[in-house]
Nanobody
């Protein structure tokens, strides 16, 4: 059974930065593309970034130039570096497969961007 554990969220002022981490266990991580999602209050979950098994990233337009996704196959982890954060980035962030039937969702990590 795949387990996803997200961490690194917190309260940050507009313009600030955070680095999110996702630890993946119970899967063949090296063979899995990965995605970062977020769900803001009263909104549907959306994918903001994905990365192929070879490390090629893709981003939602609203985060391009501000978010960077990366992975460490040796540690079975995927990361999301976020800079120039905006209040509209406030959400619970999750990692999971970027397409197909998702693994069981983790608890996510809350990012709050507020002054």
């Amino acid at each position: 059974q795949v387990q996803l554990v997200e961490s690194g969220g917190g309260l940050v002022q507009p313009g600030g930065s955070l680095r999110l981490s996702c630890a993946v266990s119970g899967s063949d991580f090296r063979s899995s593309p990965m995605g970062w999602y977020r769900q803001a209050p009263e909104k549907q979950r959306e994918m903001v970034a994905s990365i192929t098994t070879g490390g090629k990233p893709n981003y939602k337009d609203s985060v391009k130039g501000r978010f960077t996704i990366s992975r460490d196959n040796a540690k079975n982890m995927v990361f999301l570096q976020m800079i120039s954060l905006k209040p509209e980035d406030t959400a619970v962030y999750y990692c999971n497969l970027p397409f197909g039937r998702p693994w069981e969702w983790g608890k996510g990590t809350l990012v709050t961007v507020s002054s």
